[in-house]
């Protein structure tokens, strides 16, 4: 049987309330670490199974778990931060042709969709305007909007950006030793529950990084930026960005309460008063250059990125 996960469930009952009447394209959308991979996996499994409740005994069921069923294809770039291809979407255009082996749906799962390049979205809409009667395409996307608006006109959304706070929250303190954490991980993660979950294993890294931060002036900033280029360097980039817009927060409104680091506000409070905004929006826009260039091409070298950044960071002191 599948677990559906708390803050899905209404979600869930109405989509197999219609299930034998849904869409051909579906797209689902919302933050990341909402659990919508998992909701499109739920409801491939409930809709292939020959109970149509992923009842786990049956034969398509026993595919399923071995991840083998003829039915369901799945469509993700080849690695992170790489596109789907134009081929891509043909071999699946290919899948479509085929006659589903268990005599019911055939299912396919773009995750996420806006990797797909201009070709592959060309492609996958002539699909979308002549769909076969037995397919289901579920289009899991962080991004909707930069999906083609025609594409998305095509598509029944089903939209995971809103979750019930209570539930997530509870959720939540299920899953953790820490319990206390719950606010503060969900706060961090823009409330997506299982990004959440996640962070609670990298708190102590973040701590580490943040430290380094304030202490980085009275530290050589090329070792410093080393000693980040050792680290994951997409979340370096991320924490970054999430602690100069708490400090340009806290510098424009002088509110704590706009920050989303709440268990570091007496630091960055500390850090705020020696800075000016002008200087702290031209860090950010450094800083999101960076990200960019790193989550969009795998060749960039980190190290030389992080040495600008470090030493624009000291500099900002100085700058007084
Ligand atoms: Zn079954």
Redesign the pocket.
């Known amino acids: 049987m599948n677990k559906i996960l708390p803050w899905h469930e209404s979600l869930w009952q109405q989509t197999l309330s219609r299930k034998n009447n849904l869409p051909h394209a579906l797209l689902l959308s919302g933050p990341q670490g909402m659990g919508k991979g998992l909701f499109a996996q739920n409801l491939a499994e409930t809709l292939l ?3 149509q ?6 034969k ?2 026993h595919l399923l778990n071995a991840k083998t069923h003829p039915d369901l294809l799945s469509v993700q770039p080849a690695d992170t931060g790489k596109q789907i291809t134009v081929d891509q979407i043909r071999s699946m255009i290919k899948f479509c042709a085929l006659t589903a082996k268990y005599g019911r749906y055939q299912i396919i799962i773009i995750n996420p969709a806006e990797a797909m390049n201009r070709n592959a979205a060309n492609s996958l809409l002539k699909l979308l305007e002549e769909p076969s009667a037995a397919t289901l395409i579920m289009l899991i996307s962080h991004k909707p909007m930069v999906l083609t608006a025609t594409i998305r006109s095509r598509c029944q959304k089903l939209d995971f950006s809103r979750p019930d706070k209570s539930l997530t929250h509870n959720w939540l303190v299920e899953q953790l030793s820490n319990q206390k954490q719950a606010a503060l991980l969900l706060n961090l993660s823009a409330q997506a529950p299982l990004a959440a979950l996640d962070l609670a294993e990298s708190m102590s890294k973040r701590q580490e990084l943040f430290d380094s931060l304030m202490t980085l002036s009275t530290n050589d900033p090329v070792r410093v930026a080393e000693s980040w280029a050792k680290m994951e360097v997409v979340s370096v980039l991320k924490w970054l960005l999430s602690w100069t817009a708490d400090i340009i927060r806290y510098s424009a409104t002088g509110q704590t309460q706009y920050l989303v680091n709440q268990d570091q506000l007496q630091s960055l409070q500390n850090f705020a008063k020696y800075l000016n905004l002008q200087h702290l929006f031209k860090l950010l826009d450094l800083q999101q250059e960076a990200y960019q260039l790193l989550t969009s091409s795998a060749n960039i070298k980190p190290q030389g990125l992080l040495e600008t950044i470090a030493i624009a960071w000291v500099e900002l002191k100085r700058k007084l």
């Open positions: 199974c020959d109970q409740q992923a009842c786990g005994t049956c398509p069921c």
